[in-house]
């Protein structure tokens, strides 16, 4: 619970206690106040209410005190006690007692609960604030406790940034007795490079004449020495090509003829073997088909040496008709 519900808390329990306090009071003072005005001289019937606002008194005494006390979070010792319990029993024994001598057990119940509802709530407000107290010194002190650790949190924040803002400031300090370095040896460096570079770009102005002159001359030798190498080598690359030219029309028709040979040869091999009992494997079975187209036989004396069906033999044929030439020879060889 937060303080505002303990403080809500604590506001309705007083509200409730006296108005309890103050209904059992006048109660008890109309109810007492026949018996005694019986019991008291004729001539002193005005004083019959002064005893029930006397005990009452000493209620409202009890249970003023006992709040103030718990809201302390004090005690009394055992008088406030014996104090509470005498007032409660004497409002009991005079609220009941015209009822009892009248053997009215009826009016002795109803005559009791207004004292009883006063024993009890005073009894019952008492714990109550007790507990309300307690619980508001242990809200309290968790708050302090968060409020002094917030506070060594803040502390140790402030610390730590402290810390950073010094380590900052050496580090930018550092950083700029660097900086201040490196820009005075770069201005070292600069005026070095400059210098370096004003006496290379001399001697390279005197090379560089010094090179125009010789190459100019070695130009006029080279531009004489390549005209000629020129003429040879383009000389020597016509013979070159011609004899590359005669060399691989010489190997193409000879890998031709050995082409053509090594078919035959392959398509004789296949052919030689004659018809067949069974089925040849399927690449086998297109080598006999292949060679059969090659040397003109039907779809039937095909079939016949590779032993597949004549609708197959005949997908073949259709397929090495179509088929370009080069695929024709690939597949042969």
């Not at 010792?77 to 029993?89: A, E, K, N, S």
């Not at 109550?128 to 002190?141: C, F, K, L, M």
């Not at 089925?279 to 079975?285: F, N, Q």
């Not at 090659?294 to 095909?302: H, I, K, Q, S």
Request: a neutral charge.
């Amino acid at each position: 619970m937060n303080s505002v519900q303990i403080r809500s808390a604590e506001r309705a329990l007083s509200a409730g206690t006296w108005l309890i306090v103050g209904g059992a009071m006048l109660y008890s003072i109309l109810t007492v106040t026949p018996l005694m005005a019986k019991h008291t001289a004729d001539r002193w019937d005005w004083t019959a209410p002064i005893l029930p606002l006397v005990v009452d008194a000493a209620v409202v005494i009890v249970v003023r005190l006992d709040s103030v006390l718990a809201r302390m979070g004090g005690h009394g010792g055992r008088w406030p006690v014996v104090l509470r319990w005498m007032t409660g029993c004497m409002t009991l024994a005079l609220n009941i007692a015209e009822s009892a001598l009248k053997n009215d057990l009826v009016g002795v119940a109803v005559h009791a609960v207004a004292p009883l509802l006063l024993i009890v709530t005073a009894e019952t407000g008492l714990a109550y604030r007790r507990a309300i107290t307690d619980a508001q010194t242990a809200h309290e002190t968790r708050q302090k406790a968060e409020q002094r650790e917030r506070e060594e949190t803040a502390a140790k924040q402030r610390e730590a940034a402290e810390k950073r803002e010094r380590e900052a400031r050496a580090h930018a300090a550092a950083e700029a007795r660097e900086q201040r370095e490196h820009e005075a040896r770069l201005a070292r460096e600069q005026t070095a490079r400059e210098e370096a570079v004003r006496r290379e770009e001399r001697e390279r102005t005197e090379a560089r004449e010094r090179a125009e002159r010789e190459a100019g001359e070695r130009r006029e030798r080279e531009r004489e020495q390549q005209r000629l190498t020129r003429e040879r080598l383009e000389r020597e690359a016509a013979e070159k090509r011609e004899r590359e030219r005669r060399e691989q029309e010489a190997a193409a028709l000879r890998d031709r003829r050995e082409r053509e040979e090594r078919a035959a040869r392959e398509r004789a091999a296949l052919l030689a073997a004659g018809p067949v009992n069974e089925k040849l494997p399927e690449e086998r079975a297109r080598g006999v088909v292949h060679a059969a187209f090659g040397e003109g036989l039907p779809v039937r004396a095909a079939a016949d040496l590779c032993g597949w069906s004549v609708g197959w033999v005949s997908s073949r044929y259709q397929e090495l008709r179509e088929a370009p030439a080069p695929a024709l020879e690939g597949a042969s060889s």
